[in-house]
Every structure is written in C-alpha cells, then in structure tokens.
C-alpha cells in the first residue's frame, strides 16, 4: 500500500519535489493544480519511502498503517483522484535555483505583510545568499491568516507557523511588527530604500449589503475566526452567545470552521491555541444549533471534500442535511454523496446530540431585521423548482461568509472589480500606461485574488520571487534604471 494525504493538506507542494518517484499530484506546473482541494498520492505508483512526509509543513500526509478510523476515508480520496488515467512524467517538475549574476550586494527587499504570501516570499529570497529581508507588518504579531484565521482546532494546519518561525529567525531577516505601510511608513520611503519592494497585504472579509446587514447582531465569519485567534484589533470584541441559534450565510470551509468552534465541547478546544477570552465565551454558550446557508444547491458549495469530511467524523456533533434538497441534487459529486449518507444516518441520532449543525441550500438573504435581540433573516428560495417563496430565520447571532476581496494600497494602481493589483508573473503593471512599475511586485491574494490554500502562496511567491530576481540580474533594481512612482 501507500502515504494518504489527508485533510490537513496546505497545497504547498514541498512533496512534489521530494517524491522520488512523481506519484504526488497535481504538481505546480500541471493545470489543475490550481483549482484542486488538496495533492493526492497515487497507490499505484508509491514506493512507501516516506520522503513526503518529512517535506510536509503541515503533517497532512501519513502512512496507510497510520490512518485512525476517520481518515481511512482519505485511501479512497486519494486513490480515485487516479482513477482516470493520467500521464505524467517519471520524475516530479525541476525548478531551477535562482542565482545571482549581478554583484551589487546585498539585495534588499522590503516585504509588506507577514501572512503567508510574505513569509513563503522571504523564504524563496533565502536561496540566494547574499540577500536581507524586511517584513513589514501592521499588527503586534506575524504570520496573517495563518494565525488569526487557521482553526485553532486545526492542529496540523497551524504547524505552518513552526516553518515561518525557522524563517524568521534567519539572521538576514528581520520582522517589524507594528508598522503599517501607509500610515507609518509610505510606499515612497520603502521605494527609496530597498532595491524592490513585495507587496503581501492580503485581502479582507467581503461585506454582506442588504437590508439590515450593518445592524448589532450581524458580524462577519473572518471576524469572528480573528476573535477566537486573538487578533489584538478584535479581543474586546463582544459575541452573544446566549440565543440557541446561530446562522452562517455562505457555505465555503470558513464557514464550516466557524459552525465546528460553535458546536465543538469547550473542554476540547481547551489544550489548542484558542484565546482565553473566546473559550470563556463558548463555555457559557448557549448555542445549540448553526445553520450554515447556501444561495445554491449542494455541488455548489465552495467547502472542499476534506473538510466536509472532518466536519462529519465529529462524533460528538449531529449533522443534519434536508434530505430533500439532496435529492434536487442530480449531478454528480463526492460531496454530495458524503452529504447522502450524512443525511441518511442523522435523523435517528439527532435527539441523542445536545448541538448540531444544519446545512441548508438555495437559499439566497434578502433582508434581515430585528426584533429586540434576535435577528431574522428573510430568504428567497432560489434553484430548479423555487416558487416565489420566502423563508425566515430567526437567530442571535448572524455570522456572513462570503468571501474576501482586497483592497487598495496607496501608491500602486488598483483593479477595483477583481479587487487586485495589476500584474504580470508578480511585476506590477501600470495599466494606464501599460508599464511595469520597476521594483514593485505583489504576491498572494494581493497578486492572484483570494482563492487557494495557504501553501497555494508558496508556488505563487516562487513566480513573483523569480521575476524580482530576473530584474535584479537585468540591473533594472538599481540606480537610475529604478522609477520610484507610479
Ligand atoms: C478564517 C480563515 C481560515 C483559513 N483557514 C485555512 C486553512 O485551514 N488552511 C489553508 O490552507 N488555508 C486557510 N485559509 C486561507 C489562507 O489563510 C490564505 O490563503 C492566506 O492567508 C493568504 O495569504 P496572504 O499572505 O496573501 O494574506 P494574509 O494572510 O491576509 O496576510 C496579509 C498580511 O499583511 C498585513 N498587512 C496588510 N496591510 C498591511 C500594511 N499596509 N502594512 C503592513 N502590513 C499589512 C496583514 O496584517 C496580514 O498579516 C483561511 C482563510 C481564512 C480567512
């Protein structure tokens, strides 16, 4: 048999290039790797040597032999993703090294943002020696989303922060925490300063605009994961957690990660890294069931397979789908099917289950309003076999989940409809002069818009890291070749 990769996948391929043997896919180069949940070891092909499982950041991948009950599921996973023949080479993609022709030394690169865009950044500028790194970040503590977002139950995942420490703690590296590039720096300081300047400032948690959505009640699921983390702008932020419903509008795996901290016993989030504060809070929940609603049907959710999966193995919290709006479900998909058997298994179990999470679909907000503390929200039925019907929720606590989007930084030209800065391979490109703007480069959700997983930042800070490197070799960074605005 074979190494599984299980659900704590981060996508950063580290794996690929270790595999001796290619047997790990998609790898970077191949185009589905962009839009795939997660990497999956071929059965077939695996020769068991294990190199995989030291190059993995986040202890995602593990030894057949090793599996527990709730991830012998990940066999199947990881063998049907091969079950259409595939071709591919004999050995993984080689990615040259990057090396230095100028000799200008050192380089100097300022990056702005310490998520993991920036860290994977610092860490590609590492392969060339003579190098100094500064990050910039706006808050007390590094690292982004990959601390003040990754579940504090995800354990796996958050082992990410160990390899951003190795990286901060390399003497060419400095993090400057509490420096917001903007307010307390410009762009032009930097852009006089450093030979380039790596723009890694993420995006942030879309807004829901309906009736009634800015009101008290109303918050959003980043939000609420960055309270539970310990983000210092939001640690005297107050959720009420006395109603025993709580709904979730949208369904991607943010979503899911909030309904499982809602419905998780305490007691088990206790020896993780979640904030005192929080823990206190959920200790004196009173919450007993979280909607999470979809405006489309089940094969539309944006959650991945693997996080449904470790969602529904929790043994202690009833999962409930409406066994009706499954089966309008006709296409087929593997979370779907999850989704059946969930389904098919929950209503005997539910009376015996003190919380539970309710996936609903085709439900699309309206408005919400109020009446004293708890908040309904109005949603219109939408799919195949909608009548004009609308359906009420009536919760203490609205959590929104609709996604990110960035946003501007001052200095650099801006699309406002992707929410990105104008690139090409991480150069930013002037579009009304359609110019690069020497020495400046994004990477990230910044550079690509807020889709993948952390790792997916590793690949994309390759590229960027490349063109920067190029650049530097060309003599563009230097002297009079550097324009320093826009
Ligand atoms: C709630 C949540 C949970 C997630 N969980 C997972 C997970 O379990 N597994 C997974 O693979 N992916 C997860 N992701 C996705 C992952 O976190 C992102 O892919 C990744 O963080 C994006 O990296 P980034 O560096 O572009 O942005 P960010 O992580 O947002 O980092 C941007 C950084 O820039 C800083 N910054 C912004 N503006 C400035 C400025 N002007 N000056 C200085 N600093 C600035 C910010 O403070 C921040 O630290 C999650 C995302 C969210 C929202």
Not at 69 to 81: I, K, P, T
Not at 366 to 391: D, N, Y
Request: net charge neutral; with cysteine; aromatic share 6%.
């Amino acid at each position: 048999m074979s190494h599984v990769v299980t659900e704590s996948c981060c996508n950063d391929a580290s794996c690929v290039y270790a595999c001796p043997v290619n047997c790990i896919h998609p790898t970077p180069d191949e185009a589905d790797y962009h839009t795939a949940e997660m990497l999956y070891i071929d059965p077939a092909a695996c020769v068991d040597c294990g190199a995989c499982v030291a190059a993995c950041p986040v202890g995602a991948i593990k030894p057949h032999t090793e599996l527990d009950d709730s991830r012998q599921v990940f066999l199947s996973v990881n063998a049907e993703f091969y079950r259409e023949p595939r071709s591919r080479p004999l050995l993984a993609p080689f990615v040259p090294p990057l090396t230095v022709s100028t000799r200008h030394a050192p380089l100097r690169v300022a990056i702005v943002g310490s998520g993991p865009a920036g860290m994977y950044t610092a860490e590609e500028l590492l392969t060339v020696a003579d190098v100094r790194v500064d990050l910039f970040e706006r808050l007390d503590a590094p690292y982004g989303l990959a601390r003040f977002g990754v579940a504090p139950d995800h354990r796996e995942v958050r082992k990410i922060l160990r390899l951003f420490d190795r990286i901060r703690d390399d003497p060419r590296v400095r993090v400057l925490c509490g420096v917001e590039i903007g307010r307390d720096r410009t762009y032009a300081d930097l852009a006089a300063t450093y030979d380039a300047v790596v723009y890694a400032v993420g995006a942030v948690g879309r807004r829901l605009d309906i009736p009634g959505s800015a009101s008290a009640g109303v918050a959003s699921a980043p939000d609420f994961a960055a309270w539970y983390n310990g983000h210092p702008a939001l640690k005297n932020r107050v959720f009420d957690l006395w109603h025993p419903r709580v709904v979730i509008i949208g369904n991607g795996n943010v979503a899911l990660d909030v309904a499982r901290i809602l419905v998780t016993d305490p007691e088990r989030l206790a020896s993780t890294s979640i904030s005192p504060y929080a823990l206190d809070t959920l200790r004196r929940s009173g919450v007993e069931e979280v909607v999470v609603v979809g405006r489309r049907g089940p094969a539309d959710a944006v959650y991945t397979l693997a996080e449904l999966i470790g969602l529904q193995s929790n043994s202690e919290v009833d999962f409930v789908v409406a066994a009706e709006e499954l089966a309008r479900e006709q296409r087929p998909d593997a979370r779907v099917e999850l989704l059946r058997k969930v389904s098919a298994r929950s209503e005997p179990s539910r009376g015996d289950r003190p919380r539970r999470i309710v996936l609903r679909h085709h439900l699309s907000p309206t408005r919400i309003t109020h009446t004293g503390q708890i908040s309904h929200v109005e949603f219109r039925r939408t799919g195949p076999t909608a009548a004009e019907q609308v359906e009420s929720i009536s919760a203490g606590l609205i959590l929104t989940a609709i996604g990110h989007h960035g946003r501007s930084v001052a200095g650099l030209p801006f699309d406002h409809a992707a929410g990105v800065v104008p690139n090409e391979h991480g150069r930013v490109v002037d579009p009304a002069h359609r110019r690069i703007v020497t020495g400046t480069y994004v990477v990230g959700w910044i550079k690509r818009g807020p889709t993948g997983f952390i790792g997916t930042n590793k690949t994309c800070a390759q590229e960027t890291v490349r063109a920067l490197i190029d650049d530097y070799n060309a003599g563009k960074l230097t002297g009079a070749a550097r324009e320093l605005t826009v």
